[in-house]
C-alpha cells in the first residue's frame, strides 16, 4: 500500500508560478511512475505528467510543456509539479498518482492516489 498526500495547493493570480508536493509513503519501492493529472469542475480527469521514478524520465501533456515542470526527491519519496504561467484555465483540483508497472498517461492505470489540492487562478 502507498499513500500520497499533496500540498502546495491555493489561490493565484494569472502568470503566478505555484509549486505542488507529493509526499509518498508506504511500500515507495514498488513504484514505476509517479503522475499528475488534474480535474476541473465539470470536466473529465486530465493528464498532466509523469515521471519515472527509478531514472527520472518525464512526459507531459502537449498543453503543459514548457510551463508546467516534473521532478521528484527520491531520498524524500516527494514528486513535486513546478507550474510557471498559470492561466485561469488551470485552475483544477490536481491529483498525485502512482503506478507500480505502467509507463502510462492513463489514469487507468494508476494504482494509488492522493485526495487532491485545489488551485485556483484568479484573472
Known amino acids: 500500500q502507498v499513500t500520497l498526500i499533496e500540498s502546495g495547493g491555493r489561490l493565484v493570480q494569472t502568470g503566478d508560478s505555484l509549486r505542488l508536493s507529493c509526499a509518498a509513503s508506504g511500500r515507495t519501492f514498488n513504484m514505476n511512475t509517479m503522475g499528475w493529472f488534474r480535474q476541473a469542475p465539470g470536466k473529465e480527469r486530465e493528464f498532466v505528467a509523469i515521471?519515472?521514478?527509478?531514472?527520472?524520465?518525464?512526459s507531459y501533456a502537449d498543453s503543459m510543456k514548457g510551463r508546467f515542470t516534473i521532478s521528484r526527491d527520491n531520498a524524500k519519496s516527494t514528486v513535486y509539479l513546478q507550474m510557471d504561467s498559470l492561466k485561469p484555465e488551470d485552475t483544477a483540483v490536481y491529483y498525485c498518482a502512482a503506478s507500480r508497472s505502467t509507463w502510462s498517461s492513463n489514469p487507468d492505470y494508476f494504482d494509488y492516489w492522493g485526495q487532491g489540492t485545489q488551485v485556483t487562478v484568479s484573472s
Open positions: 515521471i519515472a521514478w527509478i531514472n527520472g524520465i518525464t
